[in-house]
Nanobody
Framework: VQLQASGGGLVQAGGSLRLSCAAS????????MGWFRQAPGKEREFVAA????????RYGDSIRGRFILSRDNAKNTAYLQMNSLKPEDTAVYYC??????????????????WGQGTQVTVSS
């Protein structure tokens, strides 16, 4: 599976952005999708994860209630809708995938495939 993240940009605090993660490969619909982010000088942080059929969705504490992860398997694409953005959301956002749900879904080391990252900058 190859992943291509897009949709990042510059937005004012309180605004919204939608990130996309387009996947190649016929088996995208069977993969767990995740998003992580990394700010300068910080470790990669878990944002959200979603099973192939949407039966399980998990969010990081810092974004819960503001971000929504979804997927369209027919389009081989996952989406991260980011609302009420804050300056502390500024980071490079990465999408990731693995074949089956992992109990430690929040650990970046448990994902096998990664996109190249897209920059999100939130101004105050």
């Amino acid at each position: 599976v190859q992943l291509q993240a897009s949709g990042g940009g510059l937005v004012q605090a309180g605004g919204s952005l939608r990130l996309s993660c387009a996947a190649s490969g016929r088996t995208f619909s069977s993969y767990v999708m995740g998003w992580f982010r990394q700010a300068p000088g910080k470790e990669r942080e878990f944002v959200a994860a979603l099973t192939w059929n949407g039966s399980r969705t998990r969010y990081g504490d810092s974004i819960r209630g503001r971000f929504i992860l979804s997927r369209d398997n027919a389009k081989n694409t996952a989406y991260l809708q980011m609302n009420s953005l804050k300056p502390e959301d500024t980071a490079v956002y990465y999408c990731a995938a693995r074949q089956i749900w992992h109990v430690h879904y929040y650990n970046a080391g448990n994902y096998d495939y990664w996109g190249q990252g897209t920059q999100v900058t939130v101004s105050s």
